[in-house]
């Protein structure tokens, strides 16, 4: 019997010996993410570009047609440069004819002259008639306003010539020409448009419905498309009352908090508009686990390469991403790939990929 004993014994110390110890769990690898905290919600991007803010849309002032251009877009000009010219022959004749009538009317009034003085004279000696004097001293104010006129036409046709110039009032940058060499042209029409680049200001179209709704507080960050490294803030100006018929759009001018050179009139810009809202953390739904009813991550202990899970609240979903109230914290990292195949204590290996 107690052989039998020994022997039970021993078979079952050697069955015990003969059973595998349970393997680990896999090292898994994974895709991680810090957790961040977003302060600012992005209400959408447009493309725009830097304008002046003050424009001036010059034209001759008087008709004629265009015989020369003397400059091209993109120059600069001091104040008083020569931009164009007109056909100067119509004011020519036109001074002309208006200096040979000022001759004429000063022939006239000289010969008033001699002749009421001559009637003065007579008067004075007791031989003349006071109804002559009379007369040759209307006739003397009357040539003495002719002449007047004639002067007055004579400055006149002056100015209509000095007109054939387009010239600036003010330095600026030439953006845009409306007409060109031989163009027949009308007094006032617009020819040029010269920008006063001391000012410049982000200009950009906004979606009627985003215009009626723009948050007092709105910040812009205004960008270039082709450096987007310079960059700056900036507020709304003005908004046009109106939205254009076709797009549907409502042009805004936008005030810069700085002007980096680089910003030179026309460049395109990238306009980024956001608001200030309550701190709030972004997730992608990747990282979320649905578990009886629950919602929860992973988080990942980067000192011992092992994750935990933890429950989180979520308030909305959308698109690829979800917001959660509670149950993480900023700067916290956490698993967005892989977390259907986690454990907890779980060894996991960082992907060299994953965002730091």
């Known amino acids: 019997m107690k ?10 110390a050697l069955a015990a010996c003969s059973k595998e110890e349970p393997a680990p769990d896999p090292v898994r690898p994974v895709l991680s993410m810090q957790v ?3 302060d600012q919600e992005n209400l959408g991007r447009f493309a725009g570009t830097i304008q002046a803010r003050y424009e001036s849309n010059l034209g001759f002032r008087v008709p004629g047609r265009i015989a020369r251009r003397l400059v091209d877009v993109g120059a600069e000009v001091e104040k008083g440069a020569l931009l164009a010219v007109l056909d100067p022959t119509d004011q020519q004749n036109q001074l002309r004819a208006a200096q040979g009538d000022l001759a004429r009317v000063q022939a006239q009034f000289i010969n008033a002259q001699a002749n009421a003085r001559r009637q003065q004279e007579l008067f004075n000696r007791g031989v003349g008639a006071q109804a ?10 009357t040539t003495q306003a002719s002449l007047d006129q004639a002067k ?3 400055n006149q046709a002056k100015d209509q010539l000095n007109y054939a110039e387009l010239r600036t009032d003010h330095a600026g940058i030439v953006t845009a020409w409306n007409a060109e060499a031989g163009q027949v042209v ?6 040029v448009t010269l920008a006063r680049p001391d000012i410049k200001e982000a200009v950009i179209d906004l979606p009627a419905s985003l215009a009626e709704r723009l948050p007092p507080d709105g910040v812009f960050l205004v960008a270039g498309q082709l450096d987007p490294s310079v960059h700056t803030t900036a507020t709304v100006r003005e908004i046009e009352p109106q939205a254009q018929s076709a797009t549907r759009t409502r042009r805004a001018r936008l005030t810069l908090a700085e002007t980096p050179p680089a910003f030179r009139l026309g460049t395109a810009i990238s306009v980024t508009l956001s608001t200030a809202i309550t701190p709030r953390i972004e997730l992608p739904v990747s990282a979320l686990q649905d578990v009886d009813g629950k919602t929860r991550i992973w988080l990942l202990d980067t000192q011992t390469q092992t994750v935990q899970p933890r429950d989180v609240t979520v308030i909305s979903r959308e698109g690829g991403s979800a917001l959660v109230n509670g149950g993480v914290k900023a700067g916290e990292r956490i698993v967005t790939a892989g977390v259907n195949s986690l454990k907890p204590g779980q060894k996991v290996k960082i992907d060299e990929d994953s965002p730091r």
């Open 36 to 38: 961040k905290a977003e």
């Open 186 to 191: 009308s007094a006032g029409q617009q020819v």
């Open 3 to 12: 052989r039998l004993i020994v022997m039970l014994a021993a078979g079952l």
């Open 132 to 141: 002559q004097l009379d007369v040759a001293l209307t006739d003397l104010k």
């Open 152 to 154: 007055a036409s004579v």
